[in-house]
């Protein structure tokens, strides 16, 4: 089919004056399915502004004190991502550096929706800090492969498809180097049909008649047409949070129907990114609601990879060109930085040498600031650019040989990945982790953990609840709801 002929300017002119629409601001949106940067009245795409995400959904942001805590209590240097701020925002890690600081555990989990049979290297960032994660504290993981999120959000996709794309994924995940002995993945459709998953069920079960319809709307915008499956699979999302869903990994019987208060007390940390809270957001409304409490989980969240094309874009697997993809060719990753990475140069090499580039938008920059591990050569790099001594064509040269190393590592590990490798992760069974060697403060006694496993509410400090702080606990409960309830109807309505 041919292309039709463009108006011509005069055409255009005359449309816009016999037209003239109002151009107007949009903010931000950000959701779990779609992200969209916010535009101003001139039409031009902005940045994401993560102060106000952070401010919007009151979260906290990662401030000095934190990571010099982080560092002090864990005896290793900070990964680069929370050195330069990328991993920006989180709720109650310095909870999780408590649990640490005591030797006791606490569970990890991170997953990853597939709608395409190769990640690209937006998708890497949240599994290769959540490896760092698990080298520095040594602890349990799971990864949860959403296939049939992806089916029930996806239209044009098919169960066998996203199925196949979850295989793909998990091999693409693998790659990562996370450790087999502490690492348990899943594909839902396989493992929710298993027989290895009634504690899982059950949890999820009873979180979906303790959330209401109106606070699943009022969490992720649904409304009277969105399918059925969608509104009840945020349970299943909600309840992977919780280690007794899990029994096996601490090799607990898992064909018994009663689960483990002393499992259910275990807190867990989830890396993600920012556009996945109102997920956990749900969980942390009403899992102390539940019959086995478990604790508020845990986050910390990641910004945005920027997609080639520049500020307020996210990569996307349905725009090849806006991402580089952890199977491309050399050639292609060459290709995209050169012809579609947005530049901070100026227009002619003139005035770049004169006025200097703009690294704070230059996108290989960006990518260097994500993968280019040494601080002080990333800020020559930076400090070059701005006084026009590094050029546009030096610092996309630099990126396409950072990430062209980058991809050709991940692409020697995947070829490894075989399908017995696969499914040697996929197996539940009962994993091996260490913990803290060093613990600085007790642990709490084994009489309350037991007095857990029996039944009893334990607060934070791993003690049992008295009578009147269970009372207050629901109260304070009830009371949240009935307020999240009144917000999710107002919010329905509006």
């Known amino acids: 089919m041919s292309e039709p002929e463009p108006p011509s300017v005069a055409a255009l002119s005359l449309a816009a004056t016999a037209t003239d629409p109002v151009k107007k601001a949009t903010e931000q949106e950000i959701n779990p399915w779609d992200v969209?940067?916010?535009?101003?009245?001139?039409?031009?795409?902005?940045?994401?502004?993560?102060?106000?995400?952070?401010?919007?959904?009151?979260?906290?942001?990662?401030?000095?004190?934190?990571?010099?805590?982080?560092?002090?209590?864990?005896?290793?240097?900070?990964?680069?991502?929370?050195?330069?701020?990328?991993?920006?925002?989180?709720?109650?890690?310095?909870?999780?550096?408590?649990?640490?600081?005591?030797?006791?555990?606490?569970?990890?989990?991170?997953?990853?929706?597939?709608?395409?049979?190769?990640?690209?290297?937006?998708?890497?960032?949240?599994?290769?800090?959540?490896?760092?994660?698990?080298?520095?504290f040594d602890v349990p993981l799971v990864i949860m492969l959403t296939d049939d999120e992806k089916f029930l959000f996806k239209e044009k996709l098919t169960q066998p498809e996203v199925y196949q794309f979850a295989r793909e994924n998990?091999?693409?995940?693998?790659?990562?180097?996370?450790?087999?002995?502490?690492?348990?993945?899943?594909?839902?459709?396989?493992?929710?049909?298993?027989?290895?998953?009634?504690h899982f069920n059950l949890n999820s079960t009873e979180f979906e008649k303790k959330v209401t319809n109106n606070q699943v709307r009022g969490a992720f915008g649904f409304d009277?047409?969105?399918?059925?499956?969608?509104?009840?699979?945020?349970?299943?999302?909600?309840?992977?949070?919780?280690?007794?869903?899990?029994?096996?990994?601490?090799?607990?019987?898992?064909?018994?129907?009663?689960?483990?208060?002393?499992?259910?007390?275990?807190?867990?940390?989830?890396?993600?990114?920012?556009?996945?809270?109102?997920?956990?957001?749900?969980?942390?409304?009403?899992?102390?609601?539940?019959?086995?409490?478990?604790?508020?989980?845990?986050?910390?969240?990641?910004?945005?990879?920027?997609?080639?094309?520049?500020?307020?874009?996210?990569?996307?697997?349905?725009?090849?060109?806006?991402?580089?993809?952890?199977?491309?060719?050399?050639?292609?990753?060459?290709?995209?930085?050169?012809?579609?990475?947005?530049?901070g140069g100026q227009e002619t090499l003139e005035l770049h040498r004169e006025l200097g580039g703009n690294p704070d938008i230059d996108v290989p920059y960006q990518y260097l600031s994500y993968f280019e591990d040494d601080d002080e050569k990333l800020a020559k790099f930076a400090e070059d650019y701005r006084k026009g001594e590094m050029l546009t064509g030096d610092m996309k040269k630099e990126c396409v040989t950072i990430m062209t190393a980058y991809v050709t590592k991940f692409k020697e590990a995947r070829a490894k990945v075989t399908d017995e490798v696969l499914d040697s992760y996929l197996k539940p069974r009962k994993l091996e982790w260490k913990g803290n060697p060093n613990p600085t403060k007790p642990k709490v006694e084994e009489s309350n953990a037991e007095a857990g496993e029996a039944g009893a509410v334990v607060g934070e400090d791993g003690k049992p609840l008295t009578k009147n702080q269970l009372k207050k606990l629901a109260k304070a409960a009830e009371v949240e709801k009935k307020k999240k309830e009144k917000e999710a109807a107002k919010a329905a309505k509006s």
């Not at 995940?173 to 929710?192: L, V």
């Not at 409304?285 to 520049?310: E, V, Y």
Request: proline share 4%; glycine share 6%.
């Open 36 to 136: 969209q940067a916010a535009v101003d009245e001139d039409g031009n795409i902005q940045e994401f502004d993560y102060a106000a995400i952070s401010a919007k959904w009151a979260t906290k942001l990662i401030d000095t004190a934190l990571l010099e805590r982080f560092e002090r209590v864990t005896g290793h240097r900070l990964h680069r991502w929370l050195r330069r701020g990328l991993f920006f925002s989180h709720r109650d890690v310095d909870l999780i550096l408590d649990k640490y600081e005591r030797g006791e555990d606490f569970l990890l989990y991170t997953g990853r929706g597939p709608s395409s049979g190769s990640m690209h290297i937006g998708h890497t960032i949240p599994f290769e800090f959540t490896k760092w994660l698990q080298d520095v």
């Open 224 to 343: 009277g047409s969105t399918n059925i499956g969608s509104n009840a699979f945020a349970a299943k999302q909600c309840v992977a949070a919780f280690a007794s869903s899990y029994p096996f990994i601490w090799g607990h019987e898992y064909t018994s129907y009663h689960r483990s208060q002393k499992l259910a007390s275990i807190p867990c940390l989830i890396p993600c990114a920012i556009d996945q809270d109102p997920y956990f957001r749900l969980v942390r409304d009403n899992c102390s609601r539940m019959d086995l409490p478990s604790p508020k989980p845990a986050l910390i969240h990641s910004k945005f990879l920027t997609a080639l094309q520049g500020a307020g874009g996210k990569m996307s697997a349905s725009n090849p060109n806006s991402a580089i993809y952890m199977n491309d060719t050399d050639n292609q990753i060459k290709k995209k930085v050169n012809q579609h990475a947005f530049s």
């Open 170 to 198: 998990a091999k693409d995940i693998i790659a990562i180097g996370f450790d087999p002995k502490k690492t348990f993945i899943y594909i839902d459709s396989e493992f929710f049909t298993s027989g290895f998953n009634r």
